[in-house]
């Protein structure tokens, strides 16, 4: 029976497994030694700058670029909702995006309060930024479980890099059971940036979103969805202890392991809705499983 993929048409935004700029086909050798052919994520360097001060250099798949640098700004309290961005200049050749604002810009001072998170591709939060989630009110809106439970089958039969080459992190913005918005980059900092970024651009409100990780639940990812105003945070992968501290001084909704009919649910549990039949959701595929999973389940089933 063919699947269907109809609900592909509701993304605004997804990934282009397909896309030659993102990846290479590199030959090597297998397990018995013989000859094979992979593909593999492409990665670059992208330097950002605020005006005329130069800000950071991340390592990208390079798509992107605007919503990645204005959400890396707006995450780390750079920009704010509401300020005026009058440009975004990205050259290509010498791996350069600049944002223009009105105002003249001096983070000299922010960027020696830097705290290197758990992030892979060395993810970074500034100092005040534990200050800035304090004043972030998350809205109460509400997470059904059909909808939990339609959004991880529509996530993970997406084409995404990942399914095709592997050695990345994807993030997603999703309204009720529809997946909208799907960032990938070899970073999961960087995906979620991209979201942001592409929040701010298209003006939307966050307040009945939810958001979709393939990584870790860290204090980073925490932070950047309170930034963000979204209510509701869930990933397949697990929980650090930081993370679940943050997020139920915040009163976001965290929801871990989230993988075919099984979910976690560790902060803001009052937002879940328990409307769907569990024995009518099919367990989750071996061919949908991310690196170390089995392991993982056969711990759970132990416990």
Sequence with gaps: MAQDLSFLDDYLVRPDPAAPRLGATVHGIDQTGAPVETRVVTERALTLYL???????????GDH?????????LNQNMLKRGDIVTGIDYD??????????????????????????SGCAQGTAFGDLMEA????????????????????????TTPSLYLEAGAIHGCVLCARDRPLVYMEDVGRHNAVDKVAGWMFQHDVDPSGMIFYTTGRLTSEMVIKTVRMGIPVLVSRS???????ELARKAGLTLIGRARGKRFVALAGEDRIVFDQDVDLVEDEGGKHRRKGEGAMNERAEIR
Excluded: C, H
């Design 65 to 73: 670029p605007d919503y990645l640098a204005l959400g890396y700004l």
């Design 238 to 244: 697990g929980f650090t202890e930081w993370g679940v």
């Design 51 to 61: 005006n005329a001060q130069e800000i950071v250099t991340m390592m990208t798949i």
């Design 92 to 117: 290509e050749e010498l791996e350069v995006v600049v944002v223009r604002t009105p105002e003249r810009s001096n983070f000299e001072a922010k960027l020696k309060k830097k705290t290197l998170t």
């Design 133 to 156: 989630i304090d004043e972030i009110e998350l809205p109460r809106a509400e997470l059904r479980t059909s909808w939990l439970y339609a959004l991880t089958r529509k996530i993970n």
